[in-house]
């Protein structure tokens, strides 16, 4: 679907800016029947237009663009030279092979163009960003803070397959703290079993807004807590099935470290 063919700019946008959480204003906290269908908002320039529709005409945002998402032909500049980087890296450390790499970005591709047309929309816009419930946050900060040294134990440092190109392990290794794991501090099924209670229920709210069916999720994956390092890219990627729902948490952050 075109959401901006579909909706118009002005309705676009704000559906946007609702998924972000930002102040409605205008564009009335997302309420698109209160919106002028004339594509002109009720009083002013939805906040993100300037930010983003802007920009866009300028190459600087969207698909292929800051980073290859369904191809990798159609970047120049900054970007080209970023993403040129991030594969030379690659296949620098599978140096025997350095196919695997292409043959990796390859599937990214077509999972991220072919996935997404076969899966059904429980949402409009398909994300939002809230803050998650006390609850959980409690959860995951005390697992976080008495197993922190953890971060530094070589056990901890996430094994990737030859070629992955999901994330530049060659350049910025991520670790995984596991909170199945028993012989972390307060690890184990109960702790996991507590989060997924703990994150069900926002889940569920946000999906079954609209959808009048009865919707019952059911887990599927809950790995722990990935810490990503300095230079560290997540590129762009849809998750295989049965992963539908799913929610990023960020528990804690050094932006100095």
């Keep these: 679907r075109d959401l901006k063919e579909e909706f118009g700019e002005v309705k676009y946008e704000c559906l946007i ?18 919106i002028s269908d004339t594509n002109k908002a009720p009083s002013a ?103 922190i040294n953890a971060i530094h134990d070589p056990q901890n440092i996430e094994k990737w397959h030859p070629g992955d190109t999901h994330i530049n392990h060659w350049k910025a290794s991520t670790k995984m703290i596991h909170v199945e794991n028993p012989n972390q501090k307060g690890g184990g099924m109960v702790l996991k079993n507590k989060i997924w209670d703990a994150a069900r229920d926002m889940l569920q709210t946000w999906i ?30 849809v998750d295989r099935l049965p992963l539908v729902t799913s929610a990023i948490i960020n528990v804690a952050q050094d932006l100095d470290g």
């Design 45 to 147: 320039t939805p906040v993100l237009v300037d930010q983003f529709s802007k920009r866009s005409k300028g190459k600087e945002y969207g698909v292929d663009v800051t980073f290859p998402i369904h191809n990798h032909s159609s970047q120049d500049g900054q970007y080209k030279e970023a993403y040129t980087e991030f594969i030379e890296g690659c296949k620098e450390l599978y140096d025997s092979d350095p196919n695997v790499c292409t043959q990796s970005e390859i599937d990214r591709f077509d999972m991220n163009k072919n996935q997404p047309p076969v899966m059904q929309n429980y949402t409009t816009i398909g994300f939002q960003k809230t803050k998650a419930p006390s609850d959980l946050m409690i959860l995951l900060n005390t697992f976080f803070r008495e197993n």
């Design 208 to 237: 079954q807004a609209e959808n009048p069916a009865k919707i019952n999720l059911q887990p599927a994956s809950l790995y722990g807590i990935r810490v990503y390092g300095k230079g560290a890219v997540l590129a762009p990627h």
């Design 17 to 34: 800016e609702s998924a972000l959480s930002l102040d409605g204003g205008i564009c009335l906290n997302g309420d698109l029947g209160k």
